[in-house]
């Protein structure tokens, strides 16, 4: 039993920031690499930025320099800091995690995403 929680969605006017958190529970022997899609209306879903259990970071052109992943491994969560919104980020952001519940497994496991909407 394993599910991630997602927080941190809403409104934000252009220029604006918003942090999302995402936090795994359950039964959860470690969690490799961590991180966060986005889908768009009439797009598919796509990679925002991923983050290793070693903290090195992959980000998507579209925002690089504007957002932040992050990891907190003592509470099984990642964050994705977003600084200067634009309304073209609007999206549902999903986060998801490679987690072994034993040790001898790997599961990707999705949150249930949300609403992320930029605009004036």
């Known amino acids: 039993q394993v599910q991630l929680v997602e927080s941190g969605g809403g409104l934000v006017q252009p220029g604006g920031s918003l942090r999302l958190s995402c936090a795994a529970s359950g039964s959860i022997f470690s969690i490799n690499a961590m991180g966060w899609y986005r889908q768009a209306p009439g797009k598919e879903r796509e990679l925002v930025a991923t983050i290793t259990s070693g903290g090195y970071t992959n980000y998507a052109d579209s925002v690089k320099g504007r957002f932040t992943i992050s990891r907190d491994n003592a509470k099984n969560t990642v964050y994705l800091q977003m600084n200067s919104l634009k309304p073209e980020d609007t999206a549902v952001y999903y986060c998801?995690?490679?987690?072994?519940?034993?040790?001898?497994?790997?599961?990707?496991?999705w949150g249930q995403g949300t609403q992320v909407t930029v605009s004036s």
């Open positions: 998801n995690a490679d987690i072994s519940e034993t040790g001898r497994d790997i599961t990707l496991y």
